[in-house]
């Protein structure tokens, strides 16, 4: 945007557009009349019921500070001044201006969404999928000859490991013998095959053999 500054006022030209909630987005650029010519050149930025923003006016631009646009209008105020040997000899002091702003786009305080985690439950209920996935990928085999039956289990990955297990007449429930290599599964005494499984199956997760 341009600014106009004489000795005696401050203005802008008619076409100016300032969005709130921009920032760097709006240099102003001042032409300033011959008497200003040498001088050191400032425009302060005020609010209602804030401090005066003082910016440099630099090759005659300055940028609008962040700060002031978030108001619907504040003033622009320009000054120039001359010193010399540290003594204030010279000072401009136009009739200042008010800027007006239009609502932008932008907010302030603007939140981004959190990612969002699954809950307690829904990790519970993945952990069971998981489990029965690999259990449907496990496929157990029961063969009896007299009083032992073996049972080999594949796992998912094509590995089998064999289990052996003895008939209760030669021993007492919860109790190991020779054919029995695997831990916490006790003689079974049915012949049924599906009982057999259900006991392995049962069993499985104190065995040190029997693996997914």
């Known amino acids: 945007m341009v600014i106009n500054v004489d000795k005696n ?5 008619d076409n100016y557009i300032i969005n709130r909630g921009e920032y760097n ?3 102003i650029q001042f032409v300033f009349s011959d008497e200003y010519e040498g001088l050191v050149k400032k425009a302060l930025f005020v609010k209602a019921k804030a401090d005066p923003i003082e910016v440099s006016i630099i090759n005659d631009v300055c940028n609008i500070p962040y700060e002031v646009l978030n108001e ?3 003033e622009l105020r320009v000054y120039a001044y001359e010193v010399e040997d540290d003594e204030l000899v010279l000072r401009y ?3 200042f201006i008010y800027l007006f702003t239009r609502e932008g786009s932008y907010i302030e305080g603007g939140v ?3 990612v969002i985690t699954p809950t ?11 489990g029965l996935e690999e259990v449907e990928n496990v496929d157990i085999d029961v063969e009896k000859i007299n009083h032992t039956a ?3 289990i594949t796992n998912r990955n094509g590995q ?13 429930p919860g109790e190991k013998g020779d054919n029995t290599p695997i831990k916490g599964v006790d003689y079974w005494t049915a012949e049924d095959k599906e009982e057999i499984v259900a006991e392995v199956l049962e069993n499985i997760q104190d065995s040190e053999e029997v693996y997914y």
Do not use: L, R, W
């Open 25 to 27: 987005a709006n240099p």
């Open 160 to 172: 089998t490991k064999t289990v052996t297990i003895t008939d209760g007449e030669k021993g007492e």
């Open 120 to 130: 307690q439950f829904e990790q519970y209920m993945q952990a069971m999928n998981d």
């Open 93 to 95: 002091s136009p009739a």
């Open 112 to 114: 981004e969404p959190e």
């Open 72 to 74: 619907k209008k504040f």
């Open 9 to 13: 006022k401050v203005k802008a030209e």
């Open 150 to 152: 073996t049972i080999t």
